[in-house]
């Protein structure tokens, strides 16, 4: 990983916006970055950043969703949408950044990127500066900005994760996404110097199990990872999303959870999750 993936390396106007409206240069207002991620692909994660996206908005906050899955992007398919103008367009010059940010079922803003762009399957120095270009130039219009990276730990997605204050990883109780999710929040913690990141266990089988889950992982890392500051580092555990049929309908359906089925079990811990993300993260920014 280049110097340039690490927070503390981030042009001045990045490390502002990523500071939250709290911290901007000059104090001028700038969104609270969060970038949701994971260790592997298929536990949801795209799913939890549009209906997290959705549930912010309910609570009066302005966001954004950027699909930052450069090359495999699928946050259209989740929604909906079939856009005109993509990132892909912003990055070539075809189009003006303002014309590719359209509004998503639920109210919240999107940026959408081209899926297949085989070009940004690594990290060119000019893809992370048109990156960075886009985030500086959003960043002051929001309260948050939720970057939906890729799974796993590419440059891309590093660089991705990179740009934001607060990571929240999505896994799945799987041995697998677990084994994976342990190796993102290693990196992480060597490479990019967190001391912290954020957890969130999606398909849970029972009320408890990703607490269970977090406190296990917990163990792990004190004893196998160490941050720059010496100490182990904390994983916040940020809530359960049930195991729930109707999670699957809206899905095949390309409809958000909550506006599907906004009663059931897991909308109603996403709507649980966005109150605790708004009361850990954003209660300044309002």
Known sequence: MSDAQ?????????????SG??????????????AIT???????????????????????????????????????VVLNLYPKITLHDVFTGKSKLDDAVITAPGGFAVLLAGSG?????????????????????????????????????SDVVLFSVSLASEVLIVATPEPTSLTDAYAAIKVLA???????????????????????ISGQLQQVLDRFVTTE?????????MGDI????????????RQLLLLHTPGCPA???????????????LHRAR
């Open 190 to 212: 060597m490479q990019q110097k967190r001391q912290h990141v954020r957890f969130v266990v999606n398909q849970a089988a029972r009320p408890g199990d990703g607490r269970a």
């Open 6 to 18: 690490s927070p503390s390396t981030l042009p001045t106007a990045a490390t502002g916006s990523a």
């Open 267 to 281: 909308a109603l811990a996403i709507s649980q999750l966005a109150g605790k993300v708004e009361e850990a993260l």
């Open 117 to 153: 762009m085989v070009e940004y399957s690594r990290l060119t120095p000019e893809v992370r500066n048109q990156f960075l270009n886009v985030i500086q130039t959003l960043a002051p219009r929001y309260d948050v900005i939720l970057l939906d990276t890729g799974a796993g730990i």
């Open 38 to 76: 994971s260790g592997k692909g298929g536990v949801g994660k795209t799913f939890v950043s549009a209906n997290l996206a959705a549930a912010l908005t309910r609570r009066g906050q302005r966001v954004l969703v950027l699909d930052a899955d450069l090359g495999l992007a699928n946050l259209d």
């Open 242 to 253: 049930p195991a729930d049929p109707t999670v699957r309908d809206a899905v095949m359906r």
């Open 229 to 237: 500051s010496g100490r182990p580092l904390r994983l916040v555990h």
């Open 21 to 34: 409206a709290h911290g901007a240069p000059g104090g001028a207002p700038s969104a609270r970055i969060i």
